[in-house]
């Protein structure tokens, strides 16, 4: 079993920025790719970025060029920086953990943009 331990979520105002983090903790678990999705009321919810074991790293469209996202393998944690936010990025941030044939979540943190 994987736990996957979220932070660093919180209210900011536009053109400001916030850095996310998730540690993934449990006992022999191996690491496919970790990453971000978001999830705003009544929207669906979105990959916002994603890196693989080789590090590798995509990036939805919408957060090109203002995130960015990576990985500390002895840590087992990711971590998402995110500059010049906008009130659209306000959302329900959550980690992921994906293996071969599992993927574990994280509970979620909150980002609040202000305009």
């Known amino acids: 079993q994987v736990q996957l331990v979220e932070s660093g979520g919180g209210l900011v105002q536009t053109g400001g920025s916030l850095g996310l983090s998730c540690a993934a903790s449990g006992r022999g678990f191996t690491i496919n790719a970790m990453g971000w999705y978001r999830q705003a009321p009544g929207k669906q919810r979105e990959l916002v970025a994603s890196?693989?074991?080789?590090?590798?790293?995509n990036y939805a469209d919408s957060v090109k060029g203002r995130f960015t996202i990576s990985m500390n393998n002895a840590k087992k944690t990711v971590y998402l920086q995110m500059n010049s936010l906008k009130p659209e990025d306000t959302s329900l941030y959550s980690c992921?953990?994906?293996?071969?044939?599992?993927?574990?979540w994280g509970q979620g943190t909150q980002v609040t943009v202000s305009s």
């Open positions: 890196i693989n074991s080789a590090g590798t790293t």
């Open positions: 992921y953990l994906r293996q071969v044939l599992t993927t574990y």
